[in-house]
Every structure is written in C-alpha cells, then in structure tokens.
C-alpha cells in the first residue's frame, strides 16, 4: 500500500507527508504521527531524489499554461466589468447608506413663527 494516514499503524519504511515535507523513518512497526488528516506516502528517499526533477519538469511544461489562463481570466473580467456597468448604474435607486441626516429637514424661510408672524421669544407688547 501506498498511501497511508496519520496514527495508522504501519510496517518498517520511510513515509513522507508532501504537504509538509516532513518524513517519518519507521524501523519497525509504528503508527505515524499526526491527526487523521494528514496522509503520509510509504516512498524511499531514492524515490524522491527520481521525483524531484520529474516534477520540476512538469511544472516548467505547464508555467506557460498557467500564464496564459491567469492572462484569459484577466481580460474576461475587465470585459465584464465594462458591459455590466451601464446595468448596475441603471440599476441604482439612489440610497446612501453612508449619508445620515441627524439634524432633521431643513426649516423654509417661513418656519420658526407663531400664528402672529412674530418669532418665538420676541416680545412686542
């Protein structure tokens, strides 16, 4: 078996964890470290030294792929962003929830007068 998970009880070998890169030499029989969620690969370390420039090469080949995809996302989204504007303006109901008015209504050119034309506070008579 090839695959194995953490606090599993395996055989004599060296298991390595790639997310960590961390490797457990087992040399007899034990259980590997870690919580259920780690996942350990039973692999010499001369299958690693083969691996290593195996995997570089793969991911030399696929850069330009990778480019190419982050370029295409690019451009969609800024032709996106351009035909989905006109909606999103015709779209606005005018609310901002930044603006508050705590100070009320503002007061017309008649208002703050009693039925008699004077201001409050002014005496007349």
Do not use: C
């Not at 109901?93 to 007061?107: D, I, Q, T, V």
Request: no cysteine.
């Amino acid at each position: 078996m090839f695959r194995h998970n953490a606090e599993s009880k395996v055989g004599k070998g060296t298991y390595w964890n790639f997310s960590t890169g961390e490797r457990v030499d087992i040399s007899s029989e034990g259980v590997l470290p870690g919580n259920t969620g780690t996942t350990y690969y039973k692999l010499p370390a001369a299958g690693i030294v083969v691996l290593g420039p195996i995997l570089g090469l793969l991911y030399a080949a696929f850069l330009p792929f990778i480019g190419i995809a982050m370029l295409l996302k690019l451009v969609l989204r800024k032709i996106a962003s351009a035909v989905m504007a006109p909606a999103q303006r015709s779209a606005s109901f005018g609310w901002r929830p930044s603006e508050s008015y705590l100070a009320g209504k503002k007061k017309g050119a008649g208002a703050g007068k009693d039925e008699r034309g004077d201001s409050p506070g002014n005496d007349k008579g």
